[in-house]
Nanobody
Framework: QVQLVESGGGLVQPGGSLRLSCAAS????????MSWYRQAPGKERELVAA????????NYADSMKGRFTISRDNAKNTMYLQMNSLKPEDTAVYYC?????????????WGQGTQVTVSS
């Protein structure tokens, strides 16, 4: 059974930091591109950051560059998102995503999300 379980969300003051984790099971984690998405109330889900399956190449949305860092530990089947200098506009539900294309097949899994609230 495929599972992606996010943790680490919560309430933080502006300028603060949080570290999100995504624990994966039920599939070969190291074969998948892993990403963080977020969805704020009334807005569409948007890509936050992604990291390749091998090599660890990363990609960030412009508004997160320099503040957020995505990483993964394939030995632990876990992905992380270090979020610094948080702003109220970072308030959203953050989702973990696993994605892989293999020949003509595409595989994608989502976690349930973790709430991040940035407020004083």
């Amino acid at each position: 059974q495929v599972q992606l379980v996010e943790s680490g969300g919560g309430l933080v003051q502006p300028g603060g930091s949080l570290r999100l984790s995504c624990a994966a099971s039920g599939f070969t984690f190291s074969n998948y591109i892993m990403s963080w998405y977020r969805q704020a109330p009334g807005k569409e889900r948007e890509l936050v950051a992604a990291i390749t399956s091998v090599g660890g190449r990363t990609n960030y949305a412009d508004s997160m560059k320099g503040r957020f860092t995505i990483s993964r530990d394939n030995a632990k089947n876990t992905m992380y998102l270090q979020m610094n200098s948080l702003k109220p506009e970072d308030t959203a539900v953050y989702y973990c995503n696993a994605h892989r294309k293999l020949l003509l097949n595409e595989y994608e899994y989502w976690g349930q999300g973790t709430q991040v609230t940035v407020s004083s």
